[in-house]
Nanobody
Framework: VQLQASGGGLVQAGDSLRLSCAAS????????MGWFRQTPGREREFLAG????????WYEDPVLGRFTISRDSAENTLYLQMNNLKLEDTATYYC????????????????WGQGTQVTVSS
């Protein structure tokens, strides 16, 4: 599986943005997909994950209620809808794939897309 993230950009605080992650594999039913972000000098931070088959999702507290992870199986695409963006959401965002549900760190995520930059200004 190859992953390609896109959709980042420069937005103002309070705005919304939707990130996409296109997957090359035709069948993702056995995978769990997730979104992470990273700022310089810090470890990559888990944000949200979703089981492709059931759409069962889990989130980290900083984004719970503001970000929504979803997928479109027909398009083989993962999304991250980000609402009410804050200055502290500025980061490079990555999508990832795993065979394990419920992971909350980088460990166990086997495949990574390239990052897409999100910059939130005041």
């Amino acid at each position: 599986v190859q992953l390609q993230a896109s959709g980042g950009g420069l937005v103002q605080a309070g705005d919304s943005l939707r990130l996409s992650c296109a997957a090359s594999r035709r069948t993702l039913s056995n995978y769990v997909m997730g979104w992470f972000r990273q700022t310089p000098g810090r470890e990559r931070e888990f944000l949200a994950g979703i089981r492709w088959r059931s759409e069962s999702a889990w989130y980290e507290d900083p984004v719970l209620g503001r970000f929504t992870i979803s997928r479109d199986s027909a398009e083989n695409t993962l999304y991250l809808q980000m609402n009410n963006l804050k200055l502290e959401d500025t980061a490079t965002y990555y999508c990832a794939a795993s065979k394990t549900y419920g992971l909350r760190s980088m460990k166990g995520w086997d495949l990574w897309g390239q990052g897409t930059q999100v910059t939130v200004s005041s």
